[in-house]
């Protein structure tokens, strides 16, 4: 198999709903239309900003329908595999591949905290079921499951594995893996506010959150650090930090959606548990995107 090049921006999208929690297919595909006008490089669905937990297989299945329909072809639709047993994962994945996505972003365990052992052969499992490229995705801050660099290269001779969505929150962990698998896989960074660093150290693209509210600045910052345009981009990650902040937080569904409706791209509805940010914890969200809406940069402004 050869493996694609995926690489750029590929935002985590959002989960559109209306005001009564069914899904809004319209939003959605709105949503993704807006992103991919505005050069994002592919997108991944029904993440953890994508409230997957809340959504049943169906419903997740037919969030990847909107966005292969939405996308047209314009960008790879990636289609997140967080299922809590292997057996409902491959139930998941054979859906969606029929449905035509481009790949998937699997989770080694969520809920349960795999060892190195059972992680590894989950997503062996999956990839032999996928017949896909896949893109690992590593969270030990969030999902407590770690594949370490070690893992990686032992997982090297899956011919599937394509890419690694490097969450950890620790920015020595891209040199490591660098130094231990070379270039083996494509490597992205998960985690918002270290998105220069990231870069800075060779990763190949970003998995996005606020991108989805600013996806043109989001792909500016790429295209300034491939460049080697670092003060240029540098100024613009300082610009963007307060607000990928946001992105790092147990609420950044209530923090990314309450971005969107500033920004008048989206809506706030949301699954319960799940509730609409109030009082000081919402005035606070609200001063930092309507400051950086004031001083946002007009050469790399998000076309409406």
Not at 188 to 217: K, M, N, Q, S
Request: net charge neutral; glycine share 6%.
């Amino acid at each position: 198999m050869s493996s694609p090049r995926w690489q750029g921006i590929f935002p985590a999208i959002t989960t559109k709903f209306h005001a009564d929690e069914s899904l809004d297919a319209e939003g959605t595909a709105r949503h993704i239309d807006f992103q991919i006008r505005n050069g994002i490089h592919g997108l991944v669905t029904c993440g953890s900003l994508g409230e997957a937990s809340t959504l049943t297989l169906e419903e997740k299945l037919e969030v990847a329908r909107i966005a292969l329909q939405a996308a047209a072809g314009r960008v790879p639709v990636l289609a997140n595999v967080s299922e809590t047993s292997t057996r409902e994962a491959l139930r998941y994945i054979d859906g969606a591949n029929r449905l035509g996505v481009a790949g998937f972003m699997v989770m080694p365990s969520v809920i349960y905290v795999a060892d190195a052992r059972e992680a590894m052969l989950n997503v062996r499992t999956m990839a032999k079921a996928a017949q896909q490229p896949i893109m690992v995705y590593n969270n030990p801050v969030a999902y407590r499951v770690d594949l370490k660099p070690e893992h990686m290269l032992e997982l090297a001779d899956c011919e599937w594995i394509s890419a690694i969505k490097e969450s950890s929150d620790d920015i020595r962990r891209i040199t490591d893996l660098r130094n231990t698998v070379g270039q083996r896989y494509q490597l992205f960074l998960g985690v918002d506010d270290l998105a220069y660093e990231g870069l800075a150290l060779g990763c190949d693209g970003l998995l996005a959150g606020v991108g989805c509210a600013f996806p043109r600045e989001t792909v500016a910052l790429y295209e300034l650090m491939k460049a080697g345009r670092f003060a240029q981009a540098l100024a613009l990650y300082q610009w963007m930090t307060p607000m990928l902040h946001l992105d790092v937080s147990t609420k950044l569904v209530q923090n990314l959606k309450l971005i969107d409706v500033l920004v008048g791209v989206g809506t706030e509805h949301m699954r319960r548990p799940r509730l609409p940010l109030i009082g000081p914890e919402r005035a606070a969200i609200e001063r930092i995107v309507r400051h950086a809406l004031d001083t946002r940069p007009a050469e790399y402004r998000s076309l409406a």
